[in-house]
């Protein structure tokens, strides 16, 4: 399977700033989804991160709040903008490969606001 | 959308017994179901995972098994070992399509005593 990196691992912010967290794959894959995982939850699908166009966000999820970037088949950024405390949670990318449905995730950013 | 509901939230066992974790989906059109462990602090990785023209599927210890007809499938692990103790999340997609997108269950502690 790719080996899947995230920067940063963890990180501590003060409400009202912006952090941008990314995801970075050691070989092209298809797809790359962001995902959120709030303290003691399950996985919430933010956005389906598209390649060369603009993100498909899931219901809940806005590009103003979460704009993402995705300029290849191996990276991907996902910002979390104007943070308050109910943003701390860790932010998980996943990768998937055209043909299989298995995906795999990122180590995660565990995320604090202040 | 899908709606994934998986039970129990918790679940206690004596090492050496087995440990059943059930799902159930709302969309009829799924037709892709892993199953992945998540330990404290690290990752989901998947560890299991069946597709709907399979009923069963084993990989030692553990086996997942689907009923499309009453639309829920099932994790079960034989001989449980302390490594066995982590969270336990279901999951669905429609493969085939091009966003292959998962919806999560809420998760299960699986804790299993020495």
């Known amino acids: 399977s790719a080996v899947i990196s995230q920067k940063p691992s963890r990180d501590i912010c003060q409400r009202g700033t912006s952090l941008t967290i990314q995801c970075q794959v050691d070989?092209?894959?298809?797809?790359m989804f962001w995902y959120r995982q709030q303290p003691g939850q399950s996985l919430t699908l933010i956005a389906t991160?598209?390649?060369?166009?603009?993100?498909?966000?899931e219901s809940g999820f806005v590009i103003d709040k979460f704009p993402i970037s995705r300029p290849n088949l191996t990276f991907s950024t996902l910002t979390v903008s104007n943070m308050s405390p109910e943003d701390s949670s860790i932010y998980l990318c996943?990768?998937?490969?055209?043909?299989?449905?298995?995906?795999?995730f990122g180590p995660g950013t565990r995320l604090l606001v202040l | 959308g899908e709606n994934v509901e998986q039970h129990p939230s918790t679940l206690s066992v004596q090492e050496g017994d087995s440990a059943v974790i059930k799902c159930t989906y709302s969309?009829?059109?799924?037709?892709?179901f892993p199953w992945y462990k998540q330990e404290l602090g690290k990752r989901p990785q998947l560890i299991i995972d069946?597709?709907?023209?399979?009923g069963e599927k084993k990989d030692q210890r553990i086996a997942v098994t689907l009923n499309k007809t009453a639309k829920h499938f099932s994790l079960h692990i034989t001989e449980t070992q302390p490594e066995d103790s982590a969270v336990y999340f279901c999951?669905?997609?429609?493969?085939?399509?091009?966003?292959?997108?998962?919806?999560f269950g809420q998760g299960t502690i699986l804790t299993v005593h020495p």
């Open positions: 996943s990768v998937g490969t055209s043909g299989s449905e298995t995906q795999y």
């Open positions: 070989s092209q894959v298809t797809m």
């Open positions: 991160a598209n390649q060369g166009s603009e993100a498909t966000y």
């Open positions: 969309d009829s059109a799924s037709n892709y």
């Open positions: 069946i597709r709907s023209n399979v």
């Open positions: 999951a669905a997609s429609i493969s085939g399509t091009s966003y292959g997108k998962l919806t």
